[in-house]
């Protein structure tokens, strides 16, 4: 038989029995978790999807830039992704951890306790909770998030292209955002809101580029028949927009690891869990991917990210097994 017949007779539901822990529990069942835990199933490990359903980009009719998936809406991607996973043997649960500790019982290996009292255990983890954006509170703006009001011009900038843009100010990357979007509109405002007046560097750039700054506090945004059509300020002018694009405080949840006391690194967006190239954090058996680890993890890098993951666990535990069975021979 040949490589490509064997693969033709192997049917994704022939998987091994299993008994005892779970191999790996995945605490995230987004894309950065269902491709760490695709992987896994592939792999023979026995593993469980913990999901309170909580997607970053749940808000968004369409998610883009994700080859073969580009214009699908995230909540399709998700349920196309559990079926991936089941049909390798993959559990799949609604659910909230609420707890991780390590086991005191002498075996490597992890005690995960679920909202609804549920404990599971075992022998890894991959952490992939995401973040929270936290919107500037400005009247109007949470109502129309993911909507007219966006944060990635990779994400959305096709689709709303050559309209009148806003971007309020970002408190760090405000200069930065408003230069990137120009390329997708000739038409750009910023808003300082409550952000510092520019250096003079910084306005030449933005003005270089073509974009308008207003000074000033922004009070709201105006809708008329449930569409955006501008900026409405505190001193009572109205700047007319069609798209406001909004650097968000992004918050990864990472109570977990935190708790499990993985160390962290600053960036310029934020604190998040420091991992190495496979998503390995400090603690030993716990690995993180997607925007629990970083505010720029897109769908398809929080997907290579699980992937990476998934692999890396599975040799660790191959390696894990085997040392295991020679020290016993010995």
């Given at each position: 038989?040949?490589?490509?017949?064997q693969h033709?007779?192997?049917?994704?539901?022939d998987?091994r029995?299993?008994?005892?822990?779970?191999d790996?529990?995945v605490?995230?069942?987004?894309a950065?978790g269902l491709s760490?835990?695709?992987?896994?199933g592939?792999?023979?490990r026995r593993?469980?999807?913990?999901d309170?359903?909580?997607?970053?980009?749940?808000p968004?009719a369409?998610?883009?830039?994700?080859l073969s998936?580009?214009?699908?809406?995230?909540a399709?991607?998700l349920?196309?992704?559990?079926r991936?996973i089941?049909?390798?043997?993959?559990?799949?649960?609604?659910?909230?951890?609420t707890?991780?500790?390590p086991?005191?019982?002498?075996?490597?290996g992890?005690v995960?306790?679920?909202?609804d009292?549920?404990r599971?255990?075992?022998r890894?983890?991959v952490v992939?909770?995401?973040?929270?954006?936290e919107?500037?509170?400005?009247?109007?703006?949470a109502?129309?998030?993911g909507?007219?009001?966006?944060?990635?011009p990779?994400c959305?900038?096709?689709e709303?292209?050559?309209?009148?843009?806003?971007?309020?100010?970002?408190?760090v990357?405000s200069v930065?955002?408003?230069?990137?979007?120009?390329?997708?509109s000739?038409?750009v405002?910023?808003?300082?809101?409550?952000?510092?007046?520019?250096?003079?560097?910084?306005?030449?750039r933005v003005?270089?580029?073509?974009?308008?700054?207003?000074?000033?506090?922004?009070a709201g945004?105006?809708v008329e028949d449930?569409?955006?059509t501008?900026?409405?300020?505190?001193d009572?002018?109205?700047v007319e927009?069609?798209?406001?694009?909004?650097?968000?405080?992004?918050?990864p949840?990472?109570d977990l690891?935190?708790?499990?006391g993985a160390?962290t690194?600053?960036?310029?967006l934020g604190?998040?869990?420091?991992?190495?190239?496979?998503?390995r954090?400090?603690?030993p058996?716990v690995?993180?991917?997607?925007?629990?680890?970083?505010?720029?993890?897109q769908?398809i890098?929080?997907?290579s990210?699980?992937?990476r993951a998934g692999?890396?666990?599975?040799?660790?535990?191959i390696?894990?097994?085997?040392?295991?069975?020679v020290?016993?021979?010995?």
């Open positions: 038989m040949n490589a490509n017949e033709d007779n192997e049917q994704p539901g998987v029995h299993h008994s005892g822990p779970y790996v529990v605490v995230g069942g987004g950065a760490a835990a695709l992987v896994l592939r792999s023979r593993t469980l999807v913990i309170a359903g909580e997607p970053r980009n749940a968004a369409h998610m883009q830039g994700f998936r580009d214009g699908m809406s995230p399709d991607f349920e196309v992704g559990r991936e089941a049909a390798y043997g993959v559990e799949w649960t609604a659910g909230r951890v707890a991780a500790v086991r005191s019982d002498g075996p490597d992890f995960v306790t679920v909202d009292g549920r599971v255990e075992a890894r983890l992939t909770t995401g973040l929270v954006d919107l500037p509170e400005i009247d109007g703006l109502e129309r998030w909507r007219e009001v966006l944060h990635c990779y959305h900038g096709w709303v292209r050559d309209r009148a843009f806003g971007v309020i100010a970002h408190p990357m930065h955002q408003a230069v990137v979007v120009s390329q997708w000739d038409d405002t910023l808003f300082l809101h409550t952000a510092d007046e520019l250096s003079a560097e910084d306005r030449a003005a270089t580029a073509g974009v308008e700054v207003v000074t000033g506090e922004v945004l105006v449930d569409r955006f501008g900026v409405r300020m505190a009572g002018r109205v927009r069609e798209v406001l694009f909004v650097g968000p405080r992004m918050t949840r990472d690891l935190t708790a499990l160390a690194r600053e960036t310029p604190t998040f869990v420091a991992v190495d190239e496979t998503g954090t400090s603690v058996g690995w993180a991917a997607g925007n629990a680890i970083g505010a720029q993890e769908v890098n929080a997907a990210g699980g992937y692999v890396a666990i599975n040799m660790e535990l390696m894990s097994d085997l040392d295991r069975k020290s016993a021979a010995g």
